[in-house]
């Protein structure tokens, strides 16, 4: 369960770079039938058959469960392998980030479940894990939309605790080792409950943290959307001002104009008295 996509659709067979940061370019390239995909589906198949050879002659064959066992230990490594490669391969898909993280919580449900139905592990330590697994799944997508809660040292730890206890659950032991699997079991349900509350924290903060975004880019884009409205108005009105001057100006020309008429006219008309004058003489 460590929580790591294994691999998207689509592929254009590009040769991965080992290693490589993953990115949009890298989820084109990555073919659906790639080795964390295929791995990933190997354990989606083992629940099945783990079920099977669990309970198999009545549940408590030690030859059948040690069988179940080795089904249950083979999906717990392919869990470690498919996110390794999927990450320093670039083999991430649409199909990977699905089934990845449900194959994790099959193998694992399925193991709790039929050992308490065959009353091996109590029922409550069973809702314990079975709960904050589909709560921590609930609460990824509650803050999907603001940020992706990344997997901590914490939950891997609790992820190698479950799948050990589990395990030896699997087997008949008896004796220390019977004694030794039981406190195995219950730090893996401290982890569990630990953890579970880590990720309740970091999910309340980052949700936070994604609407306290939100909200300032909302006012950041309503404070440009009014300095926009202001500048339009501004222009506006310089506009005006502009038209009102031409209008004056105008209107001073055609006083300039007029004046200049009214002068030409006034010399016409002292012309003419000085020649009525010379006239008479």
Do not use: C
């Amino acid at each position: 369960m460590t929580g790591v996509p294994a691999s998207a659709a689509g592929g254009s067979g590009a040769k991965p770079v080992r290693g490589g940061k993953l990115g949009t370019a890298a989820v084109n390239q990555a073919s659906l039938w790639n080795i964390a995909n295929i791995l990933t589906m190997v354990r989606l198949l083992l629940v099945p058959g783990f079920v099977l050879l669990l309970f198999h002659n009545g549940g408590y064959d030690p030859a059948w469960r040690s069988f179940a066992w080795a089904a249950f230990a083979i999906a717990m490594i392919t869990d470690l392998f498919d996110g390794h490669l999927a990450r320093t391969y670039n083999l991430v898909t649409d199909f990977g980030k699905i089934a990845d993280p449900i194959a994790d919580k099959a193998i694992m449900g399925a193991a709790l479940v039929s050992l308490s139905i065959l009353g091996d592990l109590p029922w409550w330590i069973t809702g314990v894990i079975i709960a904050r697994e589909l709560g921590i799944t609930l609460m990824r997508f509650w803050v999907i939309r603001h940020a992706v809660i990344p997997a901590s040292r914490g939950g891997k730890l609790k992820t190698l605790a479950q799948g050990t206890a589990a395990g030896m659950y699997v087997l008949v032991l008896t004796g220390p080792l019977a004694t030794l699997r039981f406190w195995m079991m219950m730090v893996a349900v401290v982890l569990t409950v630990v953890t579970g509350l880590d990720y309740v924290r970091q999910a309340v903060v980052l949700r936070r943290k994604g609407l306290a975004a939100e909200r300032a880019a909302a006012a950041e884009r309503a404070a440009e959307a009014a300095e926009e409205a202001l500048q339009a108005a501004a222009g506006t009105t310089i506009g005006a001002g502009a038209a009102s001057g031409a209008v004056a100006g105008a209107t001073d020309v055609r006083g300039g104009v007029t004046d200049v008429r009214g002068a030409g006219a006034d010399v016409r008309g002292t012309a003419e008295a000085r020649d009525a004058a010379e006239a008479e003489r």
